[in-house]
């Protein structure tokens, strides 16, 4: 099974960037759906973006214009942050799931995803 490392996160003041990167143990690129999320204290697990089958970005409404997902080869994932407000404060998390034949990783709800990082804090201030 994939194993996903985050790292990159930390504390920045408001309208700052971070990039946060993901490692993972094996290749990914066709064979795993990629995601990012978030999650604060009390609250569920958010989509932040992820990586469909054929390399199409999707974002939630909350980041979309600041955040951007790539790849680097077939092992590294990045969330590249810009724009960043204190409402981005949350730990951050890479996930994944094995792909089926039919399955075009088109979502990012978390119960899909079954591979999952530590997770990296992020920090915004004001």
């Known amino acids: 099974q994939v194993q996903l490392v985050e790292s990159g996160g930390g504390s920045v003041q408001a309208g700052g960037s971070l990039e946060l990167s993901c490692a993972a143990s094996?290749?990914?690129?066709?064979?795993?759906?990629m995601a990012w999320f978030r999650q604060v204290p009390g609250k569920e697990r958010e989509g932040v973006g992820h990586?469909?089958?054929?390399?199409?970005r999707r974002y939630a409404d909350s980041v979309k214009g600041r955040f951007t997902i790539s790849r680097d080869g077939a092992k590294l994932t990045y969330l590249q942050m810009n724009s960043l407000k204190p409402e981005d404060t949350a730990m951050y998390y890479c996930?994944?799931?094995?792909?089926?034949?039919?399955?075009?990783?088109?979502?990012?709800?978390?119960?899909?995803?079954?591979?999952w990082g530590q997770g990296t804090q992020v920090t915004v201030s004001s």
């Open positions: 094996e290749f990914t690129s066709s064979t795993y759906c």
């Open positions: 990586i469909d089958f054929y390399g199409g």
């Open positions: 996930a994944a799931r094995k792909r089926s034949t039919y399955d075009f990783c088109t979502d990012m709800y978390a119960r899909s995803y079954n591979y």
